[in-house]
Nanobody, 126 residues
Framework: QLQLVESGGGLVQPGGSLRLSCTVS????????IGWFRQAPGKEREGVSS???????EYLDSVKGRFAISRDNAKMTVYLQMNSLKPEDTAVYYC????????????????????WGQGTQVTVSS
């Protein structure tokens, strides 16, 4: 059964850090692009970062230099390290599996992904 499970969200003060985890099952995390997305109340879901099967990465402009995506193949887990967090980073964060296997693509458009986790809340507030 194909599944993605996020964890690591929480409440953090502005300037703080969090590391989100996306643990996958039913497929190999390094065989598909994995993306991180977020959705704030009243806003559309937006792509934050992605990593292709060969390790290429992409980031939303507003998180470049602050967020970093990485992967541990043995643990079947993709991480999103978030530093220098801002109130505008507050959202539910989701990870998702890309539609195509073994392609070196790093899309940030939600329609390029077919399986999604349940999401984890990140709140940045003092």
């Amino acid at each position: 059964q194909l599944q993605l499970v996020e964890s690591g969200g929480g409440l953090v003060q502005p300037g703080g850090s969090l590391r989100l985890s996306c643990t996958v099952s039913g497929f190999a995390a390094n065989s598909y692009t994995i993306g991180w997305f977020r959705q704030a109340p009243g806003k559309e879901r937006e792509g934050v970062s992605s990593m292709s099967s060969n390790g290429d990465t992409e980031y939303l402009d507003s998180v470049k230099g602050r967020f970093a995506i990485s992967r541990d193949n043995a643990k079947m887990t993709v991480y999103l390290q978030m530093n220098s967090l801002k109130p505008e980073d507050t959202a539910v964060y989701y990870c998702a599996k890309g539609r195509f296997s073994n392609r070196n693509l790093t899309p940030l458009a939600p329609h390029e992904y077919d399986y999604w986790g349940q999401g984890t809340q990140v709140t940045v507030s003092s």
